[in-house]
């Protein structure tokens, strides 16, 4: 059976939840016995491996922007895949949607994973929400099989519109330290930093996380990872913030993001908008003790497994309170790695997935 995988960036994973999952999934795939064609943008790997573990590699390019990137890379792979003559065409994103009528005249089986409500990022212009509203409308009109990462999603889509999906959340990955002389480089030491893990954006709250870490008195660090793509005053902003604790790595996504975020004193997850979050689920299978944004996209995932803040006083406090006790952030960390392993199973995700790619190759 040959699978088309669309709309991310590429692989191997170098953004998002997407690209990890995309990554995942393909793989996975291959192993058994599937034949997948994975589209990614050009400019994002210069390398331009033919395959990676197995899975079809093909690169095509896109229109830089922050509107047209997604939306013309997509609609490049997606007449692409058509002569490839998959089986099933995996589509990411429901701002995708629209570019899946060709597909759907041709008879091809089309699944969608459609994120999260991608309507309520503040990056987004009036435009740019009313148009995702559209795409969750088209999304149920013209895919075969809609996915979703989260089980608040799901009762989203039922609720509006009528629509029943399938709940695949995304896997964890458990990592143990394995090289500490990693955090040298970073002029980083083990257990001395709280650590943000994170594209750099408004709605994941780093500028809170900040306002909180620097009325709290004591000499571990903050650490963010990550950046925007694209020209942001918001990020800006945050890097002219002057506090010798708070640092600020740049993107990273080598096994060198992994050692930093398992040898943290602490993991602070910003995240408001979104499903199942993939950098709250590394930090899940890292171990490590993790204080949320309270939403209820992270009390899904976290459950009584983390702490919770409200607010910039209410974070500072919660701060605090694991600096003084670190009895509970021992505990904390073997509660939410049970919690992992039972429910975020790389494993069990791409099983899922299998299962819906033979529904409809039976159909």
Same mark, same amino acid.
Not at 107 to 118: A, F, M, P, S
Not at 148 to 163: L, R, V
């Given at each position: 059976?040959?699978? @088309?995988?669309?709309?991310? $960036?590429?692989?191997? &994973?170098?953004?998002?939840?997407?690209?990890?999952? @995309?990554?995942?999934?393909?793989?996975?795939?291959?192993?058994?016995?599937?034949?997948?064609?994975?589209?990614?943008?050009?400019?994002?790997?210069?390398?331009?491996?033919?395959?990676?573990?197995?899975?079809?590699?093909?690169?095509?390019?896109?229109?830089?922007?922050?509107?047209?990137?997604?939306?013309?890379?997509?609609?490049?792979?997606?007449?692409?895949?058509?002569?490839?003559?998959?089986? *099933?065409?995996?589509?990411?994103?429901?701002?995708?949607?629209? +570019?899946?009528?060709?597909?759907? *005249?041709?008879?091809?089986?089309?699944?969608?994973?459609?994120?999260?409500?991608?309507?309520?990022?503040?990056?987004?212009?009036?435009?740019?929400?009313?148009?995702?509203?559209?795409?969750?409308?088209?999304?149920?009109?013209?895919?075969?099989?809609?996915?979703?990462?989260?089980?608040?999603?799901?009762?989203?889509?039922?609720?509006?519109?009528?629509?029943?999906?399938?709940?695949?959340?995304?896997?964890?990955?458990?990592?143990?330290?394995?090289?500490?002389?990693?955090?040298?480089?970073?002029?980083?030491?083990?257990?001395?930093?709280?650590?943000?893990?994170? $594209? *750099?954006?408004?709605?994941?709250?780093?500028?809170?996380?900040?306002? &909180?870490?620097?009325?709290?008195?004591?000499?571990?660090?903050?650490?963010?990872?990550?950046?925007?793509?694209? !020209?942001?005053?918001?990020?800006?902003?945050?890097?002219?913030?002057?506090?010798? !604790?708070?640092?600020? +790595?740049?993107?990273?996504?080598?096994?060198?993001?992994? %050692?930093?975020?398992?040898?943290?004193?602490?993991?602070?997850?910003?995240?408001?908008?979104?499903?199942?979050?993939? &950098?709250?689920?590394? @930090?899940?299978?890292?171990?490590?003790?993790?204080?949320?944004?309270?939403?209820?996209?992270?009390?899904?995932?976290?459950?009584?497994?983390?702490?919770?803040?409200?607010?910039?006083?209410?974070?500072? %406090?919660?701060?605090?309170?694991?600096?003084?006790?670190?009895?509970?952030?021992?505990?904390?960390? %073997?509660?939410?790695?049970? !919690? @992992? %392993?039972? +429910?975020?199973?790389?494993?069990?995700?791409?099983?899922?997935?299998? $299962?819906?790619? +033979?529904?409809?190759?039976?159909?």
């Amino acid at each position: 059976m040959k699978i @088309a995988i669309v709309g991310t $960036r590429g692989i191997p &994973a170098r953004y998002g939840g997407f690209e990890a999952c @995309a990554e995942k999934l393909s793989i996975g795939l291959v192993k058994k016995g599937y034949k997948v064609y994975v589209f990614c943008r050009k400019y994002l790997y210069p390398e331009r491996l033919k395959e990676y573990k197995g899975v079809n590699l093909i690169y095509l390019p896109s229109l830089k922007g922050k509107f047209t990137d997604t939306f013309s890379h997509t609609f490049l792979s997606i007449i692409f895949s058509l002569f490839k003559n998959p089986d *099933i065409i995996f589509v990411f994103n429901s701002a995708n949607s629209p +570019l899946c009528i060709l597909p759907k *005249i041709l008879r091809k089986k089309i699944v969608i994973n459609v994120d999260g409500l991608e309507w309520k990022r503040k990056k987004w212009n009036w435009f740019g929400k009313i148009y995702y509203k559209f795409c969750e409308f088209f999304s149920c009109f013209i895919s075969d099989e809609i996915i979703t990462d989260s089980k608040i999603i799901q009762n989203y889509y039922k609720i509006k519109f009528g629509k029943q999906t399938t709940y695949i959340p995304y896997g964890a990955d458990f990592f143990i330290s394995k090289n500490k002389d990693v955090l040298e480089k970073y002029g980083l030491k083990e257990y001395q930093y709280f650590f943000n893990g994170s $594209r *750099i954006e408004p709605e994941n709250n780093q500028d809170l996380i900040i306002k &909180a870490f620097s009325l709290v008195k004591t000499e571990k660090n903050m650490v963010f990872v990550g950046k925007t793509y694209y !020209r942001s005053k918001y990020f800006e902003k945050l890097k002219k913030i002057k506090d010798e !604790r708070i640092k600020f +790595l740049g993107p990273i996504y080598s096994s060198d993001y992994d %050692e930093i975020m398992a040898t943290c004193y602490a993991y602070i997850h910003g995240n408001e908008v979104g499903g199942t979050n993939p &950098a709250l689920l590394k @930090a899940m299978g890292s171990r490590r003790c993790i204080l949320a944004i309270d939403v209820p996209f992270n009390r899904e995932v976290l459950d009584d497994c983390g702490i919770y803040f409200k607010d910039v006083n209410d974070l500072k %406090e919660k701060i605090e309170f694991l600096i003084k006790n670190q009895e509970i952030v021992k505990e904390l960390e %073997e509660k939410v790695k049970k !919690r @992992a %392993e039972k +429910l975020y199973r790389w494993e069990n995700v791409i099983d899922d997935y299998e $299962r819906i790619l +033979l529904k409809w190759a039976k159909k």
